[in-house]
């Protein structure tokens, strides 16, 4: 068995703008450490998109980015040409994270030219909403290499039993590990004040917040949400809808204009990317955090919500039956009126029992979403895939179905 086996995780960005998917990789990559998986992350450096997110103790390999690379997929050949030469001497195993990108393909060569395993995280990405969006563009980048990159992929990760499923309606047959992802839990006595947030946005003072965090864009529902809070608002005075995130392909003018249109903004505000002790203070500080998704593979800001102890509501297009199982919030069906249904419930419900059902989820959380436990999953599946020794439980095989 490789003692300590040599990782490469290559992923597009992980600038703080990007998403979700920079903060897997960079928190992923911090807790293998701990389980003596020597990780490196290979990125491109998108500087417009906010700071790198980067452990002081990870050794990442950055390029910065020109005009060529941010307008051409993140086209760099240099970065390239290096991932090579790291695989042919530093590396036992690529790991992908991501579709669609420059990155990806270099990959995916780089491990097929030096025959390594290439693990690839879609992220959410093969979801049939995602593939819908820029269907032209994506059909083409299909044919002409992603195809390509997907089947070369010695195992795929997919964060939930729906993106699994998504996977193998597309026909691939490789082994599937089914690790979700990962939260850092807050400390107990971690609670910035409300006054951090509220000194920069004076309308949040004395309101109950209404949070949305996430990054602005049409697949989160956000739309939706404004149309139902319009509803809602004058009977829900005390309560106050905060959109927080990055504004990630400039949506946040066409959700501005229809704040506008609805007469919502006295009873809205955007703040923009939050991080840090505003972050901290925004859910910690949250009555509830509701997103109204149409799509998404894990959706980390849930979970991050209920490791504050918040109640979320969200859509059965995010895989979040466990906010019912576990009674520690609502999942509904991808509308309208189901949403503002459970809004209703929500916001009408004592303080004291939306406090109950946050404590629950976090302790959801505490059990099942730590780092530590999805790094130890993730150290299991490349010590399998290097040694050839049982297979982890969370690795899924083909089964194909039997032919009436």
Same mark, same amino acid.
């Given at each position: 068995?490789?003692?300590?086996?040599?990782?490469?995780?290559?992923?597009?960005?992980?600038?703080?703008?990007?998403?979700?998917?920079?903060?897997?990789?960079?928190?992923?990559?911090?807790?293998?450490?701990?389980?003596?998986? +020597?990780?490196?992350?290979?990125? +491109?450096?998108?500087?417009?998109?906010?700071?790198?997110?980067?452990?002081?103790?990870?050794?990442?390999?950055?390029?910065?980015?020109?005009?060529?690379?941010?307008?051409?997929?993140?086209?760099?050949?240099?970065?390239?040409?290096?991932?090579?030469?790291?695989?042919?001497?530093?590396?036992?195993?690529?790991?992908?994270?991501?579709?669609?990108?420059?990155?990806?393909?270099?990959?995916?060569?780089?491990?097929?030219?030096?025959?390594?395993?290439?693990?690839?995280?879609?992220?959410?990405?093969?979801?049939?909403?995602?593939?819908?969006?820029?269907?032209?563009?994506?059909?083409?980048?299909? +044919?002409?290499?992603?195809?390509?990159?997907?089947?070369?992929?010695?195992?795929?990760?997919?964060?939930?039993? *729906? *993106?699994?499923?998504?996977?193998?309606?597309?026909?691939?047959?490789?082994?599937?590990?089914?690790?979700?992802?990962?939260?850092?839990?807050?400390?107990?006595?971690?609670?910035?004040?409300?006054?951090?947030?509220?000194?920069?946005?004076?309308?949040?003072?004395?309101?109950?917040?209404?949070?949305?965090?996430?990054?602005?864009?049409?697949?989160?529902?956000?739309?939706?949400?404004?149309?139902?809070?319009?509803?809602?608002?004058?009977?829900?005075?005390?309560?106050?809808?905060?959109?927080?995130?990055?504004?990630?392909?400039?949506?946040?003018?066409?959700?501005?204009?229809?704040?506008?249109?609805?007469?919502?903004?006295?009873?809205?505000?955007?703040?923009?990317?939050?991080?840090?002790?505003?972050?901290?203070?925004?859910?910690?500080?949250?009555?509830?955090?509701?997103?109204?998704?149409?799509?998404?593979?894990?959706?980390?800001?849930?979970?991050?919500?209920?490791?504050?102890?918040?109640?979320?509501?969200?859509?059965?297009?995010?895989?979040?039956?466990?906010?019912?199982?576990?009674?520690?919030?609502?999942?509904?069906?991808?509308?309208?009126?189901?949403?503002?249904?459970?809004?209703?419930?929500?916001?009408?419900?004592?303080?004291?029992?939306?406090?109950?059902?946050?404590?629950?989820?976090?302790?959801?959380? *505490?059990?099942?979403?730590?780092?530590?436990?999805?790094?130890?999953?993730?150290?299991?599946?490349?010590?399998?895939?290097?040694?050839?020794?049982?297979?982890?439980?969370?690795?899924?095989?083909?089964?194909?179905?039997?032919?009436?």
């Amino acid at each position: 068995m490789v003692h300590q086996p040599r990782v490469c995780q290559v992923v597009a960005s992980i600038n703080e703008f990007v998403g979700g998917t920079a903060l897997f990789v960079t928190s992923l990559n911090t807790a293998l450490t701990k389980q003596q998986i +020597l990780s490196r992350i290979f990125t +491109l450096n998108y500087q417009k998109k906010g700071r790198q997110i980067i452990d002081d103790n990870i050794r990442v390999d950055s390029y910065d980015t020109n005009f060529l690379a941010r307008n051409l997929r993140g086209f760099h050949t240099q970065a390239g040409s290096d991932l090579n030469k790291l695989a042919l001497n530093e590396l036992d195993l690529i790991h992908n994270h991501g579709l669609w990108m420059f990155p990806n393909i270099y990959a995916r060569q780089a491990a097929l030219s030096h025959s390594l395993p290439l693990v690839i995280s879609p992220h959410g990405m093969l979801e049939a909403w995602s593939l819908k969006r820029s269907r032209t563009k994506k059909w083409l980048a299909w +044919l002409l290499y992603e195809q390509k990159n997907l089947n070369s992929a010695t195992v795929f990760h997919a964060t939930s039993r *729906e *993106e699994l499923n998504s996977i193998r309606q597309l026909g691939f047959q490789q082994p599937i590990v089914l690790i979700p992802s990962g939260v850092d839990i807050p400390e107990d006595n971690y609670q910035p004040s409300r006054e951090v947030l509220a000194k920069l946005f004076p309308a949040l003072t004395d309101k109950r917040w209404l949070l949305f965090f996430s990054r602005l864009h049409p697949k989160k529902g956000i739309d939706n949400l404004l149309y139902v809070w319009q509803e809602l608002a004058v009977q829900y005075s005390d309560w106050h809808l905060v959109i927080a995130g990055p504004n990630f392909i400039n949506y946040q003018k066409e959700l501005e204009l229809l704040v506008k249109k609805l007469n919502l903004i006295e009873r809205v505000t955007f703040t923009g990317m939050l991080t840090g002790q505003q972050k901290a203070s925004a859910l910690s500080n949250a009555d509830l955090f509701v997103l109204p998704t149409h799509s998404e593979n894990f959706g980390i800001a849930i979970a991050e919500s209920l490791a504050y102890g918040v109640p979320v509501i969200t859509t059965k297009g995010a895989p979040w039956q466990e906010l019912e199982t576990h009674k520690c919030g609502w999942w509904v069906e991808d509308n309208q009126e189901a949403l503002m249904d459970a809004l209703v419930e929500a916001m009408e419900m004592p303080a004291s029992e939306r406090q109950e059902m946050g404590l629950k989820g976090r302790k959801l959380v *505490e059990v099942k979403y730590s780092w530590q436990s999805i790094a130890k999953d993730m150290a299991s599946v490349y010590h399998w895939i290097l040694s050839g020794s049982e297979s982890p439980t969370c690795v899924q095989f083909y089964a194909p179905k039997e032919k009436n």
